[in-house]
């Protein structure tokens, strides 16, 4: 346990039965950690590793009325040694440090950052689930919890990690999804907070999504909100279209979100000795490169699936089918490549790895 990280419970170790089917978010460990930053002196005051349980707020506490507030999502893994690993965390504490700085909030120290989330997982390390495809959800978030009416940056924050067991993405296996393209809502312009995991962001995408699921599809691929007719990001993953001869992702504008599995996922490309462009893609252009034969797959990459073939893509009356039963070949080979580096079954030779000590 770091020096400045007080534990509040007696409750160390504990006899944790994980239900037979894990829902995601649905379940969640025994601990929380917790922090509030305290604005008259600078700084994030009173780490501590708490019993999970309710936080009690003022009706006027900022984040319900302006919004203040950003999370992050990662995963960790118990390995076939014993040894417990998360994968690229110092990637999301970075991106979650520059949500802060967009949504004035202050940033975390990296250190302290990585510091309690290890120690909160090794507190709660016996709920890391050991069946295949599952893992331990990590939820970091902070929020403004002043109780003041007025549109400022709030001077005080919460900082928080929950933990949630989680099962594979794909209960019956690594299946493609369909997703709708839309030009019906705008979820983020460039230059706004589009390529921040801030909370506002999903509450946009709402009503788009339901509208999808009604129709059919899993999620929502959004265009940029100005020209609307380049293909931006998907609900929860960044996407990627495979032509014949280059692999194409959305060019990070600042109304995409960098997702690290995204960066992982261009550097095993690149390896592999693929053409990889960060370009504008129009849907114009892959619509027209189904017609003429010249686009081969789509897939996306995340956090929750870490790879997502694409079983179909509609957009107006255009509906590009693919196979609603068996992946893309590329799909399905970096999913399971980049799912072996996780779990320890395949060498990690970029070092993607961060094992508790």
Same mark, same amino acid.
């Given at each position: 346990?770091?020096?400045?990280?007080?534990l !509040?419970?007696?409750?160390?170790?504990?006899k944790?039965?994980?239900?037979?089917?894990?829902?995601?978010?649905?379940?969640?460990?025994?601990? $929380?950690?917790?922090?509030? +930053?305290?604005?008259?002196?600078?700084?994030w005051?009173n780490?501590?590793i =708490?019993?999970?349980? %309710?936080?009690?707020? /003022?009706?006027?506490?900022?984040?319900?009325?302006?919004?203040q507030?950003i999370?992050?999502? @990662?995963?960790?893994?118990?390995l076939d040694?014993g040894r417990?690993a998360?994968?690229?965390?110092?990637k999301?504490i970075e991106?979650?440090?520059? &949500?802060?700085?967009? $949504?004035?909030?202050?940033?975390?120290?990296?250190e302290?950052f990585?510091e309690?989330?290890? !120690?909160?997982?090794?507190?709660?390390?016996?709920?890391?689930p050991?069946?295949a495809?599952?893992?331990?959800?990590?939820?970091?978030? *902070?929020f403004? &919890?002043?109780p003041?009416?007025? *549109?400022?940056?709030?001077?005080?924050y919460?900082?928080?990690?929950?933990?949630?067991? *989680?099962?594979?993405y794909?209960?019956?296996?690594? %299946?493609?999804?369909?997703?709708?393209?839309?030009?019906?809502?705008v979820?983020?312009?460039?230059?706004?907070?589009g390529?921040?995991?801030?909370?506002?962001?999903?509450?946009?995408?709402?009503?788009a999504?339901?509208?999808?699921?009604?129709?059919? +599809?899993?999620?929502?691929?959004?265009?940029?909100g100005?020209?609307?007719?380049?293909i931006?990001e998907?609900?929860t993953?960044?996407?990627f279209?495979r032509f =014949?001869n280059?692999?194409?992702?959305?060019?990070?504008?600042?109304?995409? @979100?960098?997702?690290?599995?995204?960066?992982?996922v261009?550097?095993?490309?690149r390896?592999?000795?693929?053409?990889?462009?960060?370009r $504008?893609?129009?849907?114009?252009e892959?619509?027209?490169?189904y017609?003429?034969?010249?686009?081969?797959?789509?897939?996306?990459s995340?956090t929750?699936a870490?790879? &997502?073939?694409v /079983?179909?893509?509609?957009?107006?009356?255009?509906?590009?089918y693919?196979?609603?039963?068996?992946p893309?070949? @590329?799909?399905?080979e970096?999913?399971?490549e980049?799912?072996?580096?996780?779990?320890?079954?395949?060498e990690?030779?970029?070092?993607?790895?961060?094992y @508790?000590?």
């Open positions: 346990m770091v020096s400045n990280i007080t !509040e419970t007696n409750e160390i170790k504990q944790v039965e994980l239900p037979e089917k894990i829902v995601f978010g649905r379940t969640f460990t025994t601990h $929380m950690f917790e922090m509030d +930053y305290d604005s008259e002196i600078g700084s005051v780490p501590k =708490k019993p999970y349980g %309710k936080i009690e707020l /003022s009706p006027a506490t900022m984040v319900f009325h302006y919004a507030a999370f992050e999502g @990662l995963k960790a893994y118990k040694d417990i998360i994968f690229r965390p110092e999301n991106r979650f440090n520059n &949500s802060c700085k967009r $949504m004035c909030i202050p940033e975390v120290d990296p302290l990585m309690a989330m290890k !120690e909160l997982i090794k507190i709660d390390s016996d709920w890391i050991t069946r495809g599952h893992a331990l959800y990590i939820r970091p978030f *902070v403004a &919890s002043e003041v009416l007025g *549109v400022r940056p709030a001077d005080n919460k900082f928080m990690i929950i933990l949630s067991p *989680v099962g594979p794909y209960p019956e296996g690594f %299946k493609p999804v369909p997703i709708l393209a839309t030009d019906k809502y979820r983020a312009v460039r230059k706004g907070v390529d921040c995991k801030t909370s506002g962001n999903y509450g946009a995408s709402l009503l999504q339901r509208e999808a699921r009604a129709e059919g +599809y899993s999620q929502v691929l959004w265009l940029d100005i020209e609307q007719k380049y931006e998907v609900g993953m960044n996407i279209i =014949k280059e692999i194409a992702t959305p060019k990070l504008t600042g109304s995409i @979100l960098p997702g690290v599995t995204r960066m992982s261009i550097q095993m490309l390896d592999k000795g693929y053409t990889v462009n960060e $504008m893609i129009s849907i114009d892959v619509v027209e490169a017609k003429t034969k010249d686009l081969v797959e789509i897939f996306g995340g929750a870490v790879i &997502s073939a /079983s179909k893509l509609k957009y107006k009356d255009e509906v590009l693919f196979s609603d039963e068996n893309g070949e @590329l799909s399905k970096l999913y399971e980049l799912t072996g580096i996780q779990y320890g079954k395949v990690d030779k970029y070092n993607w790895l961060t @508790l000590d």
